[in-house]
């Protein structure tokens, strides 16, 4: 009821604001037939509604004013101005009306008689002067109107087609401003120009998200069939269900919305089929009569979480296992060994149910695979929280928009794919010491870390060539939808991209490899892989291997270990050529050399809005940009810069020459080529004490926020120091005793002092004000630094 | 109906194509592959921000694809909701037709009987009237086979 109010309202607004001029003009030529309907239309919509919504003040008023038109339109009165007004003055009481009850307000509480005698009034005296009064009365009435402007959000209704016209037009532009972007790099920089196009980019971005926008619809629509739903299954079935459904007014991607209703659909059938009990069982177990149902949605970062709980009798795992265990898909051996987790999972097996009996309701082969493969399709993620007789926790995670979502660009066959990134576990080098692929009778098997997996090159599935290639290729581990993942080898990963995606055409759809496609900047059409697709094409084997049985051949494996270990080779800024074993580094990246820093003794990076200790003790860069490698023991991580990363190498683990010596363990023999091998243990051990937490360091607060010397000149050296900056006093965090304030008057460091921090006070002259003054010159860099650096201790 | 007709060749045979079907001939740039399809889809073009799946007529109705050096021309259209874009051997004429439609006769090459509809008599030869949603049809019944 609600929501037709709502809608009422803001479309009698919407149309009173269309129509003031409208009836303006038609005061001009009464005889303007077509204005006259639009007003009398206006007033039969409003009575028409208003009577469904029991809104009897505004069906009175309409319906006076409909007479009229009516009469005029029929030829039997002439419309003068004295009407007009009136009517006016009738459309000015319904706009304030209308406003009154958008704002939840009590009715104003004007006799709406007098207008309509107003309205009658000039058919027995035609008389102009009468038309004075109404006119009289619909002024304060206008800007009572004009006053309320603000009320409510306004709507418009429009078709999708128009949407998704205008979403094309914006990706056109975004493709033709990336090729003008090109172009314009290709020519020699004139700075007008690239600012000119730097602010034609910024209005097409902030154009494109805001169209982003308008795909977003309430997760209301997804609930809207649930309440029915669960009504006439609990009907039908003999159970009460309190149902609750929270968070309806989050949005979402309304494709999004349309792919995950089947899902949702489904899990709730099944819960209602086989989690909540009749009442009688539920009674003797000791719960309420009526089941308890929750449906609840949530945004959650770039995701949307949708939870279905009830209160139920959870998942009987025993029963899975002994039908997994009929069904052959698991010895007796395997299951022994599965954990809890485990066997849960085998409910997302094809043709496993917990139902004893195959009811009309759920338990017809439709199973949580499909689920699962539904969810996985749009990049989704399904967990379980099983409590067995208290009930089953389900929770989706989609992500908030099926158009853009983080993919992996690969390469086979010379070709360019997409795979979303979520379907992806680990990506490897099949040069690694931790993958071993073997063959047997056309099968291939990646055992990664001891973890057996079937393995197929993309190449083969799609029936491509392999050509030979000079780099070892990628092994990309998947999460496949029957729940075995599976390996998947391509020439390279080449790309991490946010990927608009796009359906692809039924065509293409049917050959089942395929989940949408993609059109990047190069303006070459890509495919979006679907992880499930391929292990289907490819027929791969769906047996569980039991994770215990591989936690066993790990350990064994373990025993007969490698001599070598995989090394990376790299050129030192100093020159040399040295090695690091490659399972310490995290990644290589490049990193701007400004946010290289040093604070004391000791360097340090910001990266991802922590500092980051960096090993060799380097700050300063000739480059602006750095390469760095990424090192992690177990809890610290560190970053190391380099020259260059020249290749990844086997190394042996015992360096050829034992030789400590400060941060270095010996020499290696590597093709030829001595190189000294770093000694990770002296690298960890040299980092400083404790983790370079910022807040430890305090912050910087710079109180004279307002001068341009603080903002423009302090501030940004602050921030190359590694300092975190804050201009102005905060207002709502506490200040903390480790912060440093800095300031140039002095009372602002009297202020502090009472606070309780350090003051670092500042003055613009070279020369201290007598031997009193504590203060330090501005542009005396050095003093500064260790009286900020000092003062923290 | 405006009896406003594209003529072209397609896999051929001459045919006709009721205007109102097609959005637009184009002369494809860059076709990307669609490996692991058989060789009804040509592959993917851009066309502006839209991507067009690429249909080989020539492989829908004889089963022998248009060899690479033929690819150049293709009509697009809209097929329930997606963009295709149809392979063309050369494209004759827009023209209207006042006769319109004639009845088949002759006995038609099967390959053809399920794309035909009629004939359009044109230029002193007749065409075959053909539906582009049904090459997308057959397309789509061939897979499923």
Same mark, same amino acid.
């Given at each position: ?5 709502q809608?009422f309202?803001s ?10 001029g ?7 030529d ?8 639009a007003? !009398? ?9 208003c ?6 003040r ?6 006076a004013?409909e ?5 005029i ?6 419309a003068?101005?004295?009407t ?5 003055g009738?459309?000015?009481r ?6 009154a009850? =958008?704002?939840?307000a ?13 309205l009658?009034?000039p058919?027995?005296?035609p008389?102009?002067g009468?038309g004075?009064a ?5 002024a ?21 087609s128009?949407i ?11 493709l033709a ?7 314009l790099?290709?020519?020699?920089a ?9 602010r034609?980019?910024?209005?097409? @971005? ?9 795909r977003?619809?309430r997760?209301?629509?997804l ?11 609990g ?5 009460r269900i ?16 349309e ?6 659909t ?7 089929d086989h989690?909540?009990?009749? %009442?009688?069982?539920?009674?003797a ?6 089941g308890?149902?929750r ?9 949307i ?7 139920g009798?959870g ?16 010895t #007796?051996d ?31 082969g ?8 539904n ?5 989704g ?9 208290? &009930?089953?926790s389900?929770?989706?995670?989609? #992500? ?26 680990? /990506? ?9 692929i ?19 090159d993309l190449e ?9 290639q ?6 990309m581990?998947?999460?496949?939808a029957?729940?075995?993942? !599976? ?32 059109l990047?900047?190069n303006?070459r059409p ?16 769906? /047996? ?16 007969t270990?490698v001599?070598?270990v995989?090394?990376?080779?790299f ?6 050529r040295r ?5 310490l580094?995290?990644r290589?990246?490049d990193?701007d @050399? ?5 604070? *004391?003794?000791?360097?340090?990076v ?7 200790p ?6 300063e860069?000739?480059k602006?940009r750095?390469?760095a ?10 970053c190391y #810069? ?23 363990s010996?020499?290696?023999v590597?093709?030829g ?10 690298? !960890?051990? @040299? ?10 360091? *305090? ?7 307002e ?5 423009e /000149? ?15 006093l ?19 460091a009297?202020?502090a002092?009472?606070? *309780?921090c ?6 613009a002259? %070279? ?5 009193q003054? &504590?203060s330090i ?5 050095? =003093? ?6 000092g003062r923290?201790? | 109906?405006d ?5 072209a ?5 001459r045919?006709?194509?009721?205007a *109102? ?9 860059d076709?990307? #592959?669609v490996? &692991?399809?058989g060789?009804?889809?040509a ?5 502006r ?7 080989d007529?020539?492989? /829908?109705?004889?089963g022998r ?15 329930s909701?997606?963009?295709?874009g149809?392979m ?9 037709? %006042? ?11 099967p390959a ?8 359009v008599?044109y ?5 075959l009237l ?11 019944? @061939?897979q499923?086979?």
């Amino acid at each position: 009821m609600d929501e037709l109010l709502q809608e009422f309202i803001s479309e009698t607004q919407e149309t009173l604001e269309a129509l003031a001029g409208e009836v303006i003009a038609w005061e001009a030529d009464p005889s303007d037939r077509d204005r006259l309907d639009a007003i !009398f239309r206006f007033f039969h919509t409003v009575k028409g509604s208003c009577g469904f919504l029991n809104l009897p003040r505004f069906e009175r008023l309409s319906h006076a004013a409909e007479d009229v038109l009516a009469d005029i339109r029929a030829g039997e009165r002439q419309a003068n101005p004295a009407t007009v007004s009136a009517v006016l003055g009738l459309m000015d009481r319904i706009g304030e009306l209308t406003e009154a009850v =958008a704002m939840g307000a009590a009715l104003p509480n004007e006799n709406d008689d007098y207008l309509i005698a107003a309205l009658n009034a000039p058919a027995e005296s035609p008389a102009g002067g009468d038309g004075h009064a109404p006119a009289v009365t619909a002024a304060p009435v206008a800007v009572a109107r004009q006053g309320g402007v603000h009320a409510g959000p306004r709507t418009i209704r429009l078709p999708l087609s128009l949407i998704d016209q205008l979403m094309n037009g914006v990706s056109d532009m975004v493709l033709a401003r990336n090729e003008l972007s090109r172009k314009l790099r290709e020519r020699s920089a004139d700075p007008e120009l690239d600012n000119v196009f730097e602010r034609l980019s910024t209005c097409v @971005a902030d154009m494109r998200d805001v169209i982003s926008k308008t795909r977003m619809q309430r997760v209301d629509r997804l609930f809207a069939a649930i309440p029915r739903m669960v009504r006439d299954l609990g009907r039908e079935l003999g159970k009460r269900i309190d149902l609750t459904l929270e968070g309806g007014d989050v949005e979402m991607d309304r494709e999004m919305v349309e792919m995950v209703v089947d899902p949702l659909t489904h899990i709730v059938r099944n819960s209602i089929d086989h989690g909540i009990e009749t %009442p009688e069982r539920r009674v003797a177990a000791g719960k309420p009569e009526a089941g308890r149902l929750r449906v609840e949605a949530r945004q959650s970062g770039n995701q949307i979480v949708i939870a279905i709980s009830d209160d139920g009798a959870g998942i009987d795992t025993a029963r899975l296992v002994e039908k997994a265990m009929a069904g052959g898909r698991l010895t #007796p051996d395997a299951a022994a060994r599965m954990t809890e987790q485990d066997k849960l999972d085998l409910i997302f097996q094809a043709g496993l149910s917990t139902a004893q009996q195959v009811t009309a309701v759920s338990g017809r082969g439709v199973g949580m695979d499909v689920v699962r493969a539904n969810v996985e399709r749009i990049g989704g993620v399904i967990a379980l929280e099983n409590q067995p007789g208290q &009930g089953l926790s389900i929770t989706l995670r989609v #992500p908030l928009t099926l158009t853009i979502i983080p993919g992996l660009i690969v390469r086979a066959g010379g070709q360019h794919f997409a795979i979303p990134r979520a379907a992806v576990v680990e /990506i490897l080098h099949d040069n690694n010491d931790m993958l071993k692929i073997s063959e047997v009778a056309g099968a291939k098997i990646a055992t990664i870390r001891a973890v057996r997996h079937s393995m197929i090159d993309l190449e083969d599935v799609l029936s491509m060539d392999k050509p030979a290639q000079p780099g070892p290729r990628a092994i990309m581990v998947m999460r496949s939808a029957t729940g075995v993942p !599976f390996a998947l080898g391509v020439a390279a990963v080449d790309n991490h991209e946010e990927l608009v995606i796009r359906p692809a055409s039924p065509l293409v759809m049917a050959s089942g490899v395929y989940a949408g496609m993609t059109l990047p900047d190069n303006g070459r059409p890509m495919l979006l892989l679907d992880a499930a697709g391929l292990a289907n094409a490819a027929r791969l084997p769906t /047996i569980v291997d039991d994770q215990a049985a591989r936690q066993q051949e790990e350990q064994a494996d373990a025993a007969t270990s490698v001599e070598m270990v995989a090394a990376l080779r790299f050129e030192e800024i100093s020159g040399e050529r040295r090695l690091l074993k490659l399972s310490l580094i995290e990644r290589v990246e490049d990193i701007d @050399a400004s946010r290289f820093g040093r604070s *004391g003794s000791h360097a340090f990076v910001r990266l991802d809005g922590r500092l980051v200790p960096v090993v060799n003790g380097r700050a300063e860069f000739d480059k602006d940009r750095i390469c760095a490698l990424r090192l992690r023991d177990d809890q610290r991580e560190a970053c190391y #810069p380099v020259a260059a990363v020249l290749d990844i190498v086997q190394m042996p683990l015992v360096p050829d020459m034992v030789a400590m010596h400060g941060v270095l363990s010996g020499v290696s023999v590597i093709e030829g080529e001595h190189l000294e091998v770093l000694n990770p243990f002296a690298l !960890f051990a @040299a980092l400083p004490e404790e983790r370079v937490a910022e807040r430890q360091r *305090g912050r910087c607060l710079l109180v004279d926020s307002e001068d341009g010397w603080t903002r423009e /000149i302090l501030a940004p050296l602050l921030r190359q120091a590694g300092h975190e900056v804050m201009l102005g006093l905060p207002s709502e965090a506490a200040v903390d005793a480790r912060d440093v304030i800095l300031c140039s008057g002095t009372d602002a460091a009297q202020v502090a002092e009472i606070i *309780g921090c350090r003051v670092v006070q500042l003055r613009a002259s %070279p020369r201290a004000a007598g031997p009193q003054d &504590g203060s330090i010159y501005r542009y005396d860099q050095d =003093a500064l630094m260790a009286a900020i650096g000092g003062r923290q201790g | 109906m405006d009896n406003l007709y594209l003529f072209a060749i397609l896999a051929g045979t001459r045919v006709a194509v009721e205007a *109102g079907e097609v959005e637009a001939v184009v002369r494809l740039t860059d076709i990307s #592959p669609v490996p &692991g399809m058989g060789a009804h889809v040509a592959g993917l073009s851009a066309l502006r921000s839209r991507v067009l799946t690429i249909v080989d007529v020539a492989a /829908i109705v004889h089963g022998r694809p248009l060899p690479p050096e033929q690819r150049g021309l293709a009509v697009i259209a809209d097929i329930s909701g997606h963009s295709y874009g149809l392979m063309l051997d050369s494209v004759s004429d827009i023209c209207r037709v %006042p006769e319109g439609e004639l009845p088949l006769r002759g006995q038609l090459d099967p390959a053809w009987a399920l794309y035909a509809r009629a004939v359009v008599e044109y230029d002193g030869h007749p065409w075959l009237l053909v539906s582009l949603a049904s090459f997308i049809e057959g397309a789509s019944a @061939a897979q499923a086979a």
